[in-house]
């Protein structure tokens, strides 16, 4: 039997290394900014890939949704795993593989111009069963591009 993960740093970490390595989140180009049981951050440079309209070089909506999602997802696991302590790696993933997105609202602020964005994740609330977070997206200007809330599946 594994050894329990005891403290909050080393489950983050472990966290953090997971979510680098998604497939999808390799193919947005994500970077995890910071992780913390109050809070996450990604970001990421414009490519080619990404582009929504290319007369004008815009993040693509979908692109923007993504991130988002992600964000909240990252923030609400982070937050999660404060009760995680002390639980072995198969229960962690065990517990992880139950989360995901109930519901997403985004609102488009502005077009997604920019060179590089970064995008913050808020706890609003987390019960024992759903936890609701607050999502931005900003640009290497700090323009507010769009905002997010979303409800996920934590218990």
Do not use: C, W
Not at 22 to 49: C, H, I, Q, W
Not at 108 to 118: N, Q
Not at 129 to 140: G, H, P, Y
């Amino acid at each position: 039997m594994a050894e329990p993960v005891t403290d909050i740093d080393s489950l983050l970490a472990i966290f953090r290394e997971m979510h680098e390595s998604l497939p999808f989140n390799r193919l947005l180009g994500l970077k995890v900014e910071y992780l913390r049981t109050d809070g996450a951050g990604f970001s990421f440079t414009m490519k080619d890939e990404l582009v929504g309209n290319p007369v004008h070089g815009i993040l693509h909506g979908g692109v923007i949704s993504a991130v988002l999602d992600a964000t909240g997802g990252m923030t609400i696991t982070a937050s999660a795993m404060e009760r995680m302590q002390g639980l072995s790696h198969e229960e962690i993933a065990r517990r992880l593989s139950r989360m995901g997105t109930i519901d997403i609202r985004i609102d488009y602020l502005r077009p997604g111009k920019g060179t590089r964005f970064t995008s913050t994740g808020t706890i609003m609330r987390a019960g024992n069963k759903v936890a609701v977070t607050r999502m931005e997206l900003r640009n290497q200007d700090d323009v507010l591009i769009a905002v997010g809330t979303g409800a996920y599946m934590i218990g």
